[in-house]
């Protein structure tokens, strides 16, 4: 036993054994593609990927598997469906809420977002669009990370709409809107405070009416504050070795379109099914969301599109990935055909790495030789 956990209380080392135990063991596992598998577990085993795992290939699942201990305290080992906070994977799925809203007439993307929220600074308001906003092209500064890192108790706070955009999201603009890029979690304080007028509900319900009931998703949905209160829910660590350290990033009410989303691997696949197969958008409010606005970035709205090398060829694929806290989640889909990764961790780990692991998963769905 290390000495740094001698001393510890006996709940906490019987949960550290538990988890050195699993991560030198695959968790529940389905495997069709007999490739994804050991790649899958011999990265969980050398690099210690504490997390879920699951390839999809021609709209069916190829492997899943999952490795590690999802609590470590209770010792409750990971699942295919544990949940994780899925970080900014949240501003893509507001951007397709947002884009119901604009397919049912409601918003227009390009109009002034003054004409949804009337009390916005005139002198702005009138050049800010919700394209802008949900590329991050906006220009709005981001002021809430700035106070956020200054007092890192104001993620504890809730605040009504109108009292955080005018806290949050209303300095002097930082660029015309359109002409650059800056990744302000800010922009997303605006985009809530105008859906949740326009339809006249709360975001949590838009997002079980848009998306988790038409499409059956059991174990996603909103959270704020800490997400330890969500059943079924990960516990975020900084380190599992060579002691078990606890890690949150409380989200506040305000920013749930900005990170307040949680999701299984399972379910995020279903997502992405029922948007890319046209069950929640039409294919050209599909084509509208994909356009790439920043191409530099490869920003198009809430999230990106990127050409990656994919076994062997060049391929389109709609780019997300997600942290906050101790959490990493992504998810890749191949435009043109639907091949899969998606890869969720809890243990605040490498995100280059996880990307590697996702790179070797996707080349392997179409029977390629890769290694992460």
């Known amino acids: 036993m290390p000495s740094s956990v001698i001393g510890a209380p006996p709940r906490v080392l019987t949960a550290l054994a538990v988890a050195l135990l699993t991560l030198l063991l695959p968790g529940q596992v389905r495997a069709e593609c007999g490739k994804c598998k050991d790649i899958a577990e011999k990265f969980a085993r050398e690099e210690g990927f504490n997390g879920t795992v699951l390839v999809t290939r021609n709209g069916r699942e190829i492997y899943s598997g999952a490795f590690g201990t999802a609590d470590a305290e209770a010792g409750t080992p990971m699942t295919p469906r544990t949940r994780f906070e899925a970080g900014s994977i949240s501003k893509w799925v507001a951007a397709i809420v ?20 009337p009390d916005y600074r005139a002198d702005t308001g009138h050049r800010l669009t919700l394209r802008w906003l949900m590329s991050h092209s906006s220009g709005v500064p981001n002021q809430w990370d700035a106070a956020a890192k200054a007092d890192p108790t104001l993620k504890q706070q809730s605040l009504d709409n109108a009292t955080a955009v005018r806290t949050y999201a209303s300095g002097d603009l930082a660029f015309e809107p359109g002409t650059d890029w800056d990744y302000s979690h800010s922009n997303w304080l605006i985009v809530k405070a105008i859906v949740e007028r326009v339809s006249g509900q709360p975001y949590a319900a838009l997002v079980r009416t848009v998306l988790s009931f038409p499409l059956g998703l059991r174990d996603s949905g909103i959270f704020v504050g800490d997400s330890v209160h969500v059943t079924g829910m990960a516990a975020g660590y900084a380190a599992l070795q060579p ?10 009410d305000f920013m749930m379109l900005a990170g307040g989303y949680y999701t299984s691997v399972g379910d995020l696949q279903r997502l992405m099914d029922g948007v890319f197969n046209h ?33 062997g060829k060049p391929r389109a694929v709609a780019w997300e990935y997600g942290s906050n806290g101790a959490f990493r989640v992504l998810a890749w889909r191949v435009l043109e055909d639907g091949h899969s990764v998606i890869l969720a961790n809890n243990t605040s780990f490498d995100h280059m790495r996880i990307g590697d692991l996702a790179t070797a998963l996707l080349d392997a769905s179409y029977g390629e030789p890769a290694s992460p």
């Open 279 to 311: 069950r929640v958008l039409s294919p050209a409010s599909v084509a509208t969301l994909m356009d790439v606005v920043r191409p530099a970035q490869n920003y198009a709205l809430g999230g990106r599109v990127k050409t990656l090398p994919v076994a």
């Open 243 to 252: 002691v078990v350290t606890p890690r949150q990033n409380p989200v506040p």
């Open 98 to 117: 947002t884009m119901r809203l604009v397919e049912q007439g409601r918003l227009a993307l390009d109009a002034p977002i003054t004409t949804y929220l």
